[in-house]
């Protein structure tokens, strides 16, 4: 059978079009969904990708570059024709990624940073485009969370020395000492203490278990 064009062969029921050249894929790839809508776009050239590459899914569209069957350079994915997310790949590996609010023009949500194929560290920001998150990790585990304030002075920051376990503090927005406890399991466990704002005092001690409050709250006059 000799095929002259796609639309002779695109039927409702099509779920993939492949091109060969001598036992190779060799040209453009289309994959349609169950809705016949198409899924993907793939360029071949010798069993291997090569060129621009599209997927769709769910109204996102994905694009990407590929050279010997490995992405490079920017990745991108729309929402309804507003960018909603946006790679940078060598050699086949993220390097960074910056996650964009589709509801605003290009306002940040997130960024990414990538080191062998492993996140290491996560920076969230605040709609008036302020970092209020840092997030820090080695082998996929986080060591170090730092939060802040919309004025940039830091709200929290937990330091991990093993896997959920490490010292937690928290700050008032005027840069003075709010509490300070210790964290098991990735929650407050043991006590915590208590500090004024207005002049770094103890105000009270009280004990946690499992994140919550229990057992005998200790507060301190300012004397």
């Not at 050239?45 to 769709?56: S, T, V, W």
Request: aromatic content about 16%; hydrophobic content about 25%; proline content about 1%.
């Amino acid at each position: 059978m000799k095929i002259n064009n796609l639309d002779s062969i695109c039927t409702d029921n099509c779920e993939k079009i492949k091109f060969y050249v001598d036992g190779k894929l060799h040209g453009l790839q289309i994959k349609y969904d169950h809705n016949g809508e198409i899924y993907s776009k793939k360029n071949y050239i010798d069993d291997m990708l090569e060129g621009e590459q599209y997927e769709y899914c769910y109204g996102k569209k994905s694009k990407y570059y590929c050279v010997n069957n490995k992405i490079e350079g920017n990745y991108t994915v729309h929402l309804n024709d507003k960018l909603i997310q946006k790679l940078y790949y060598i050699d086949n590996s993220p390097i960074d990624e910056i996650d964009y609010d589709h509801n605003t023009d290009l306002a940040l949500k997130r960024k990414c940073y990538y080191s062998k194929n492993r996140y290491e560290l996560f920076q969230y920001y605040t709609g008036s485009g302020n970092i209020k998150e840092k997030t820090y990790y080695v082998n996929k585990s986080p060591y170090k969370i730092v939060k802040y304030y919309e004025n940039g002075n830091m709200s929290m920051y937990i330091q991990y020395m093993t896997a959920g376990d490490g010292i937690g503090k928290t700050y008032y927005e005027n840069g003075n000492l709010n509490t300070i406890g210790i964290h098991k399991d990735w929650c407050l466990n043991g006590p915590v203490v208590r500090y004024r704002k207005e002049n770094g005092s103890v105000y009270d001690v009280m004990e946690y278990v499992n994140g919550l409050k229990n057992g005998i709250c200790v507060t301190y006059d300012t004397n």
